[in-house]
């Protein structure tokens, strides 16, 4: 099965953005699969970090909404780091999580973390980590 992705597509203004916010030039990744063979979460992920770059690459913003791998990443740097080609996923990906939150759509609803939960957890993991998965 072939799929064909017009170039109105390519060039989206999500592209555009995704590229402005990371710094990164998405089409110098040629899938090599570094970046997934290094990640140390890849195994929890439902996409691999490399599926994601390629989905930003097509400009399929809804299938990347819809996947849990941008919050799971740790931005470890490890993907980063193994890229023959230089590209910073986890720039990609901190700014996949930035254009998703600017929707106002949080990946964790505080209200819904049980008071006896909130109260064990260290305050500054508490913020660290909403300021991570919510708008």
């Known amino acids: 099965m072939r799929i064909t992705i017009s170039p109105q597509r390519l060039s989206s203004e999500f592209v555009r953005k995704v590229e402005e916010i ?6 110098s990744c040629y899938q090599c699969g570094k970046c997934s063979a290094g990640c140390p979460l890849s195994f929890a992920m439902d996409l691999l970090p490399n599926q994601i770059i390629r989905l930003v690459q097509l400009g399929l913003e809804e299938d990347i909404a819809n996947s849990k791998t941008i919050w799971l990443c740790a931005s470890c740097l490890t993907c980063s780091v193994r890229c023959p080609r230089g590209v910073d996923l986890a720039k990609v990906m901190e700014a996949l999580r930035l254009l998703t939150l600017r929707k106002n759509v949080n990946y964790v609803e505080p209200s819904r973390i ?3 939960v909130l109260a064990e957890l260290p305050q500054l993991a508490l913020v660290s980590g909403f300021r991570k998965f919510t708008a």
Do not use: C, N
Request: charge should be negative.
């Open 22 to 27: 990371s710094g990164q030039t998405l089409p």
């Open 114 to 116: 049980p008071q006896e």
